[in-house]
């Protein structure tokens, strides 16, 4: 399970040159918190690069009620790419998490830029092609693992150091002790994270209190034993 690329930044895989000239493609916008930069269903072709803030990456579930978070994307990446090249209305709705700043480029200069640098291209479809197999493991995760699993994976991939993402902050722990990972999410938003109900959600986390692998408090959960949650995570028990 993934809501993080594992693939550089799309702009930061780019050449000093290759940046300067797509940037100079579109405009900058800066959009407020919880702004829908691109909508499920609509039909516009444009692409953001995001150059401050983060985004969620959701789509409606089948029941219509509830909203999956597929991704989470920060500074550097870039968002929109499919409807761009296919022309087909938008997979995902992407909402920024606080105010942001992104560079927003019609889908026409885009695909003529990516015609032009098949270097760049080729950049595009490797992300593509990795978001893609993202996708696959969420899916079979959600068929194959508990809820129990699926939070604790997800836990233990937003508290890495590596994430840098907007939820996961450092607190210190007793002297001595190293520091101690915080999430810092409520628990409809990581209901939305793993595919669950808000209610399962609760039910999982007072029993890795009880087993005091984490502490929960207002919008945070603090991971008191990252190595013993990821055992979890794989499927392993006490």
Not at 143 to 155: C, I
Not at 215 to 225: C, P, Q, S, W
Request: no cysteine.
């Amino acid at each position: 399970m993934g809501l993080l690329d594992n693939e550089p930044a799309f702009a930061q895989a780019l050449t000093a040159q290759e940046y300067e000239s797509v940037m100079a493609l579109g405009g900058r916008v800066r959009y407020p918190a919880d702004a829908h930069l691109l909508t499920e269903g609509d039909r516009s072709s444009h692409v953001v690069i995001v150059l401050r803030g983060w985004v969620t990456v959701s789509v409606v579930t089948d029941r219509g009620a509830t909203r999956l978070i597929l991704g989470l994307r920060g500074p550097g990446q870039l968002l929109g790419e499919m409807a761009a090249l296919d022309a087909h209305p938008r997979s995902a709705t992407v909402r920024a998490l606080g105010p942001m700043e992104g560079q927003v480029i019609s889908g026409d200069a885009f695909r003529r830029f990516l015609t032009l640098h098949p270097r760049v291209s080729g950049l595009v479809i490797r992300q593509l092609t990795s978001r893609l197999r993202s996708a696959d493991q969420e899916r079979s995760a959600l068929a194959s693992l508990t809820v129990l699993q699926r939070l604790a994976s997800r836990l233990t991939e937003l508290s890495r150091p590596r994430a840098a993402g907007p939820y996961a902050a450092p607190a210190s722990g007793p002297a001595g002790s190293p520091s101690i990972a915080v999430v810092q999410l409520a628990q409809d938003e990581l209901a939305a994270t793993i595919g669950a109900t808000r209610e399962a959600v609760a039910k999982a986390l007072r029993l890795l209190r009880t087993q005091k692998l984490v502490r929960t408090g207002n919008r945070m959960v603090e991971i008191l034993d990252p190595a013993l949650l990821a055992l979890l995570a794989d499927g392993h028990r006490e």
